[in-house]
């Protein structure tokens, strides 16, 4: 399967809110055509009415690819405007969190083709990363158009399998947040240091945002990226001091971190 399959056939968008926006605006630079797109979105903008998608209509009888980026407690509401595409050759591919293969098996029949995803908000600024896994029914060409699909807002990986995919979620899938959470806590303590709020935050973020610009350019390891930063005794060693202690630093709790949220994401699959 390819794009010139979705072009053909269709696709089928279930909810357009930040990440399904994201994605269809991925999908119409990369040459899919507005008018092989279905969307369904009880709330469209004023974008999604004037781009040439189908909007709120009656679906094509069997698209290439169905995919659901509704909240994982809207699924159960939303799912059954899909029914009638399962058991078939339609591709489903999820972005929602702790709904397992299992149970959109259950929902749309046990020969559904089903791949499962884990995309992060980057990907709206086309600088997303995500996992991916299917079931059988998927296999190889099902993976590969999923990853084609994905690929049209950032990088795709493929998992040994849909055990990875909370380890997934708790590191890419919520590691924004985190990222976004040390620009607040390094702002706070550069306030704390006597600077003024807006030049704190500003500091902050451009440092949080050029490091990453660096980390993604850069051929060096993440290590070997901060070994470049510290001197030997300097101000950065001081820092690194408390932030790399083993038992009160940030791996420990980190860990601890992305543990809960993947134990997260396990409960919510049950």
């Known amino acids: 399967m390819t794009l010139d399959k979705v072009a053909r056939d269709g696709l089928v968008l279930l909810g357009c809110g930040k990440m399904g926006t994201a994605l269809l605006t991925g999908w119409l630079a990369a040459g899919v055509p507005a008018a092989s797109v279905?969307?369904?979105?009880?709330?469209?903008?004023?974008?999604l009415k004037s781009i040439g998608v189908h909007l709120n209509t009656a679906?094509?009888?069997?698209?290439?690819?169905?995919?659901v980026a509704v909240k994982p407690q809207m699924m159960g509401a939303a799912l059954p405007a899909l029914q009638a595409l399962g058991n078939g050759p339609t591709?489903?591919?999820?972005?929602?969190?702790?709904?397992?293969?299992?149970?959109f098996e259950a929902a749309l029949g046990a020969l559904t083709p089903i791949v499962r995803t884990m995309p992060n908000t980057p990907a709206m600024v086309g600088r997303g990363i995500t996992g991916i896994c299917g079931n059988a029914h998927a296999g190889a060409g099902g993976l590969a158009l999923a990853h084609t699909l994905m690929q049209a807002v950032g990088q795709v990986v493929e998992?040994?399998?849909?055990?990875?995919?909370?380890?997934?979620?708790?590191?890419?899938?919520?590691?924004?947040?985190?990222?976004?959470?040390?620009?607040e806590a390094m702002a706070a303590a550069g306030e704390a240091e006597g600077l003024s709020a807006t030049v704190a935050m500003q500091l902050a973020r451009a440092t949080v945002c050029g490091a990453g610009e660096?980390?993604?350019?850069?051929?060096?390891?993440?290590?070997?990226?901060r070994i470049n930063v510290t001197s030997p005794g300097g101000t950065t060693a001081?820092?690194?001091?408390?932030?790399?202690?083993?038992?009160?630093?940030?791996p420990p709790l980190l860990r601890r971190a992305v543990h809960a949220a993947a134990e997260r994401g396990r409960e919510l699959g049950k």
């Open 91 to 103: 591709l489903f591919i999820s972005i929602a969190a702790g709904t397992s293969i299992a149970a």
């Open 38 to 47: 279905w969307v369904l979105e009880p709330n469209p903008t004023d974008w």
């Open 59 to 67: 679906l094509p009888t069997a698209p290439a690819v169905a995919l």
């Open 214 to 225: 660096l980390a993604h350019r850069a051929p060096e390891s993440a290590a070997q990226l």
């Open 159 to 183: 998992l040994d399998g849909e055990h990875q995919i909370d380890a997934v979620t708790a590191v890419s899938g919520s590691g924004p947040a985190y990222v976004f959470h040390l620009i």
């Open 238 to 250: 001081a820092a690194l001091a408390h932030l790399m202690n083993p038992e009160t630093g940030l």
